[in-house]
């Protein structure tokens, strides 16, 4: 799933020191919260006053939605994994913070222009084309090209790509078998309120 993706290439900036740009993630539920809530905001005439701190847009901005995120302000990219459910297409998305900016990387050109016409994205050009049912690979090779800061080559195997990353995600899960490893809590603490009073609370 490419959740078990994403959480990787944070686990990668976690751990891998080679990796300079500084990033987090999405996951495939935020595209579906995020949707709503601007459907929200604009039924309420424009009002943002209706995202709280408690709202769960917030959580993954605070980074404390999933594992082994980063608060969005500790980082200058957001890649975001979108999945256009009128043509069942993956599509990946990077918001620069600094910038305010999207951009678009798409395998089918503009499939997916009317789920982001509420913001300003630009589309990447001269990718290579999908040919079968590998949106998914493709997004998962966007975002490690992304982060390695390389560029994306105009002939891309993806067959050979598809074995490498699950190589990668089997030797992974091996290796923390053997060494019997426990991983130290990925989640922050959490702002909890409980009758007027603030406590943390470790997820």
């Known amino acids: ?29 935020f595209g579906g919260k995020i949707q709503q809530l601007y459907k929200q905001v604009i039924e309420c005439n ?11 847009v917030a ?10 995120a980063c608060p ?18 993956w599509v990946l998305g990077i918001f620069t913070i600094n910038d305010r900016q999207g951009v678009a990387f798409d395998q089918l ?10 913001l300003d994205v630009t589309f990447v050009d001269n990718l290579p084309t999908q040919k079968n049912l590998d949106c998914g690979v493709f997004v998962s090779a966007f975002a490690e090209y992304f982060i390695r800061n390389r560029q994306f080559p105009i002939k891309f195997d993806v067959d050979q790509y ?3 990353l699950a190589c990668l995600l089997w030797n992974y899960g091996l290796n923390k078998q053997k060494e019997d490893a426990e991983s130290e809590s990925e989640f922050p603490k959490r702002k909890i309120k409980i009758k007027d009073k603030v406590i943390r609370q470790q997820v």
């Not at 959580?59 to 082994?68: E, H, K, R, W």
């Open 1 to 29: 799933h490419i959740d078990v993706i994403f959480y990787y290439l944070r686990k990668l900036y976690k751990y891998d020191k080679n990796i300079e740009v500084k990033f987090t993630t999405t996951n495939f539920l």
């Open 46 to 56: 424009m009002n943002f006053g209706i995202v709280t701190g408690e709202h769960e």
């Open 59 to 68: 959580n993954y901005v605070l980074g404390s939605y999933m594992a082994c």
């Open 72 to 89: 969005w302000y500790l980082v200058d990219h957001v890649l975001m994994p979108i999945f256009v459910e009128e043509l069942a297409h």
């Open 109 to 118: 050109p503009y499939s997916s222009t009317s789920m982001l016409n509420p």
């Open 162 to 164: 598809r074995s490498r």
